[in-house]
C-alpha cells in the first residue's frame, strides 16, 4: 500500500490482509519514480532506459540501481519478477 503523507511517500507493506505499519519504507524521488513505472509490467531495461533520459545519471549505474531497488522491493514482497 502507498501513501503520501506531508509530501512524503510511503510504502506500507500488507501481508495476509494485514499492513505491517512497523515496516514502512520512505521512497526517495527516484525510488517514486520506479514504484510509478512498475503500475506497468517493464524490465529491468525499459526502466533503467527511463530514469537514464530522465536523469542525469550513467547508464550502467542507473541499472544497477534499478536492479537493486527490485531486488529489494521483492525480498519484500512488494513486487513479483515476471
Do not use: K
Not at 505491517?20 to 525510488?31: F, K, S
Amino acid at each position: 500500500m502507498q501513501r503520501t503523507i506531508a509530501g512524503e511517500t510511503i510504502l506500507v507493506p500488507v501481508r495476509g490482509g494485514i499492513a505491517d505499519v512497523m515496516n514502512l519504507y520512505v521512497l526517495n524521488p527516484t525510488a517514486l519514480a520506479l514504484w510509478e513505472l512498475l503500475e506497468t509490467p517493464r524490465t529491468l531495461e525499459e526502466l533503467a532506459e527511463h530514469l537514464t533520459r530522465s536523469t542525469d545519471g550513467e547508464a550502467g549505474e542507473v541499472q544497477r540501481d534499478c536492479r537493486e531497488f527490485l531486488q529489494r522491493m521483492e525480498e519484500l514482497g512488494l513486487v513479483e519478477s515476471l
